[in-house]
């Protein structure tokens, strides 16, 4: 697959298959993100702790996407590819994607997508790797036509 960058912004491209209009977005993290034991242990000290975490990480994933993504609105379906740059395998794959959540409930609250339900977001794919410092690369691909 190819790819050609749209001169208006860098995170935005025209995916190269004959008449077809559907765009990839991309937008990355530089952090990592608590694990599902970190988020359910919040949930057990007290009954604001995991409301708080997760009111706390969607508004930092939300300056991200607003200073990658700028005022991006889709109107396709997407499939979105997430991928977890861990600085080591001490944590479970399993934790570490359960982040997927807030990226989600962010996505939806930045108004880059309408809802996270299966007719906006048709489906994902987790990958992961491991470099020197932790981050979240989060790819949006338009599937199909409007919604």
């Given at each position: 697959m190819q790819f050609s960058t749209r001169a208006n912004t860098?995170?935005?491209?025209?995916?190269?298959?004959?008449?077809?209009?559907n765009m990839k977005y991309r937008f990355e993290i530089n952090r990592r993100l608590p694990s599902y034991n970190e988020y359910s242990n919040a949930n057990r000290r007290n009954k604001y702790a995991g409301a708080t975490m997760?009111?706390?990480?969607?508004?930092?994933?939300?300056?991200?996407?607003?200073?990658?993504?700028?005022q991006v609105k889709i109107t396709k379906p997407v499939f979105i590819t997430f991928t977890w740059v861990e600085?080591?395998?001490?944590?479970?794959?399993?934790?570490?994607c359960f982040?997927?959540?807030?990226?989600?409930?962010?996505?939806?609250?930045?108004?880059?997508?309408?809802?996270?339900?299966?007719?906006?977001?048709?489906?994902?794919?987790?990958?992961?790797?491991?470099?020197?410092?932790s981050k979240v690369i989060v790819e949006l691909e338009e599937v199909g036509g409007n919604l």
């Amino acid at each position: 697959m190819q790819f050609s960058t749209r001169a208006n912004t860098e995170n935005k491209t025209n995916i190269s298959n004959p008449g077809e209009n559907n765009m990839k977005y991309r937008f990355e993290i530089n952090r990592r993100l608590p694990s599902y034991n970190e988020y359910s242990n919040a949930n057990r000290r007290n009954k604001y702790a995991g409301a708080t975490m997760k009111k706390n990480i969607e508004l930092e994933i939300w300056g991200y996407i607003f200073n990658q993504l700028k005022q991006v609105k889709i109107t396709k379906p997407v499939f979105i590819t997430f991928t977890w740059v861990e600085e080591n395998k001490k944590r479970d794959l399993d934790n570490i994607c359960f982040a997927k959540k807030f990226i989600l409930d962010a996505l939806q609250k930045a108004g880059v997508i309408e809802n996270d339900n299966s007719s906006h977001v048709t489906g994902f794919t987790d990958k992961f790797e491991y470099a020197d410092k932790s981050k979240v690369i989060v790819e949006l691909e338009e599937v199909g036509g409007n919604l």
